[in-house]
């Protein structure tokens, strides 16, 4: 199994910056991609940034410019980094790990995903 653990997120007003964690553990065999969703109240969870093994990394139009999405391999942490945060980025924010890790009968893929946390951006 797979675990990710988020932290970094907070209050922060508009303008200003956070930079979010997430630490995958457990028994990894490979991890293809890691990224951030985000899930406002009444909203559906977004993909916010995501990036692959091999480097290719995507974003959302509306963060372009303004978050930054990046991995050290070695620990298996993806980390993003926020800034000029704005009052519509409130969201809880997960981290989505595309791993395999043994099975039973074999190595399995599949997503793996964090808890979430809070990031809340005042006006």
């Known amino acids: 199994q797979v675990q990710l653990v988020e932290s970094g997120g907070g209050l922060v007003q508009a303008g200003g910056s956070l930079r979010l964690s997430c630490a995958a553990s457990?028994?990894?065999?490979?991890?293809?991609?890691m990224g951030w969703y985000r899930q406002a109240p009444g909203a559906q969870r977004e993909l916010v940034a995501a990036?692959?093994?091999?480097?290719?990394?995507n974003y959302v139009d509306s963060v372009k410019g303004r978050f930054t999405i990046s991995r050290d391999n070695a620990q298996n942490t993806v980390y993003l980094q926020m800034n000029s945060l704005k009052p519509e980025d409130t969201a809880v924010y997960y981290c989505?790990?595309?791993?395999?890790?043994?099975?039973?009968?074999?190595?399995?893929?599949?997503?793996?995903w964090g808890q979430g946390t809070q990031v809340t951006v005042s006006s």
């Open positions: 990036i692959t093994s091999g480097g290719s990394i």
């Open positions: 989505n790990a595309d791993a395999t890790s043994p099975g039973g009968w074999g190595s399995f893929r599949s997503d793996y």
């Open positions: 457990g028994s990894i065999l490979r991890i293809y991609a």
